[in-house]
């Protein structure tokens, strides 16, 4: 899931999901006015059947919907995900990017939608309940937030706010279920249907092109600064390897979101048909690429001697969309790993 901040700076919480896709002009603080805002942003599919007013429960009291949102703010990237890929432009985000490049698969949707950039707020310091309120929004996307427990009240006054309905669920939903619960309260559930069965198409061709990676096993390691990560652990949502094919080590079953960590003694635990690292913090990590790689127990893996080894990319954002999947990433997460995939399969 992913937080206000931008995933970047939220790569340190890499640790509690993995079900693999970060991946991917700047954002800025400009207004989409400034930049010729398309006559239909924060709309999509208006009139295209009669609205019913919705109700729906969350962790906080309830929500209620009573007619059909038109502009809609986010607390979250992973939010502003859910909007774009519903065919709306938010009237107002977080900046996550916070002067990086915005990933190009979101670029993409923004464009699509007729938007140069999106209007932003500064979320150094958490959620801007203020500028949120300036844009007079009909409704605020909360669905992938772990700041709702503090942010739910000095929202809700604003506009009715979509959430989970219960807290645990900010680490545990799919984008799957987020997504449909955002389409629900917007009146485009016909939409998130169809958002979610190209996605299928994309990961379901991929696996029917690459039989090969049926059956095998998979280990996807991150370094982070203060351990080498075991994420691919037994409770961890399949995610794009699955789905793919590869299925996790009998290993899998010694780690959890709370019990991660892989000593340089223990690196043997890492090994699989096929072992994907990545080093989102490059040389700040626990270890270097170069002192892990380097290290004789991780020369000894099977994986790592037979070229079954791979390193996932954190610089093009492959990494964090692994990590963080939603509507947007998720198709590109699977272009982008399956030749990578392929390769480390055939050892090449």
Not at 24 to 50: F, I, N, Q, T
Not at 241 to 261: Q, S
Not at 279 to 304: M, T
Request: proline share 5%.
């Amino acid at each position: 899931m992913h937080s206000n901040n931008t995933r970047l700076r939220a790569l340190s919480a890499l640790v509690a999901t993995a079900a693999c896709v970060g991946l991917l002009a700047g954002c800025g603080e400009g207004s989409a006015e400034d930049e010729g805002k398309p006559a239909a942003a924060g709309s999509a599919d208006a009139g295209a059947k009669a609205f019913a007013p919705v109700s729906l429960k969350n962790a906080w009291g309830n929500t209620e919907v009573k007619k059909k949102p038109v502009k809609v703010a986010t607390v979250s990237d992973g939010d502003t995900a859910i909007a774009l890929a519903l065919g709306l432009v938010p009237v107002i985000t977080p900046d996550v990017e916070d002067g990086s490049q915005v990933a190009e698969y979101k670029q993409a949707a923004i464009t699509k939608l007729g938007a140069a950039k999106l209007k932003t707020y500064d979320d150094t310091d958490g959620t801007a309940y203020e500028a949120i309120a300036a844009e007079a929004p009909d409704i605020i996307l909360g669905m992938n937030t772990w700041e709702m427990d503090k942010d739910y009240a000095k929202l809700s006054p604003i506009a009715p706010v979509v959430t989970f309905t219960d807290k645990a669920q900010a680490d545990t939903l799919t984008w799957q279920e987020r997504l449909k619960t955002a389409a629900k309260a917007l009146g485009l559930e016909d939409k998130a249907n169809e958002v979610i069965a190209a996605n299928d198409r994309t990961t379901n061709d991929a696996a029917a092109a690459h039989p090969e990676f049926k059956g095998k096993t998979y280990t996807y390691t991150v370094v982070h600064p203060e351990q080498i990560s075991f994420m691919s652990y037994a409770a961890q949502d399949p995610g794009v390897f699955e789905r793919l094919g590869f299925t996790k080590t009998d290993k899998a079953k010694n780690y959890g979101p709370d019990k991660n960590g892989v000593s340089l003694e223990n690196l043997d635990q890492l090994d699989a048909d096929v072992l994907l690292v990545t080093y989102p913090f490059g040389d700040r990590g626990v270890i270097s690429p170069k002192e892990l790689e380097g290290n004789k127990l991780f020369q000894s893996l099977n994986s790592v001697k037979n070229k079954h080894f791979a390193v996932v990319p954190s610089d093009n954002t492959l990494a964090s969309a692994i990590a963080y999947p939603d509507p947007l990433s998720a198709p590109w997460v699977t272009q982008q790993l399956t030749p990578l995939l392929a390769k480390a399969v055939a050892g090449q």
